[in-house]
């Protein structure tokens, strides 16, 4: 089970962290990432890592402002997410899958067999 979290209302420029936190399944293996989703629009990937080998996803809007990273300690995904922009308002959700896909695969959201809720982000220009 996933659980997402730290979603809210901010402003352009502004940060925002975002967590996800697994029980039941370690983190640690196969992808794991977040996606977001627009109502009406298609869910689409925001940054996902494959484990082994070692592979980050970015999407092209978010790279450089957004990072995701994961504390193995306490099994918990994060996406920091800064200078953010009013396109960046969706619905997140945090995925997981226990499979190693190719890199040209990552960003695909059929790929994810777990997933969480969504946590919502507005950002006001």
């Known amino acids: 089970q996933l659980q997402a979290s730290g979603g809210g209302l901010v402003q352009a420029g502004d940060s925002l962290r975002l967590s996800c936190v697994a029980s039941?399944?370690?983190?640690?293996?196969?992808?794991v990432g977040w996606f977001r989703q627009i109502l009406g629009k298609e869910r689409e990937a925001v940054a996902v890592?494959?484990?082994?080998?070692?592979?980050?996803y970015y999407a092209a809007s978010v790279k450089g402002r957004f990072t995701i990273f994961r504390d193995n300690a306490e099994n918990t995904l994060y996406l920091q997410m800064n200078s953010l922009k009013a396109d960046d308002t969706a619905n997140y959700y945090c995925?997981?899958?226990?499979?190693?896909?190719?890199?040209?695969?990552?960003?695909?959201?059929?790929?994810?067999?777990?997933w969480g809720q969504g946590t919502l982000v507005t950002v006001s220009s």
């Open positions: 995925a997981a899958d226990p499979r190693s896909w190719a890199y040209s695969a990552l960003s695909d959201p059929a790929h994810c067999t777990y």
């Open positions: 039941g399944r370690t983190l640690g293996t196969g992808s």
């Open positions: 890592i494959r484990w082994s080998p070692r592979s980050t």
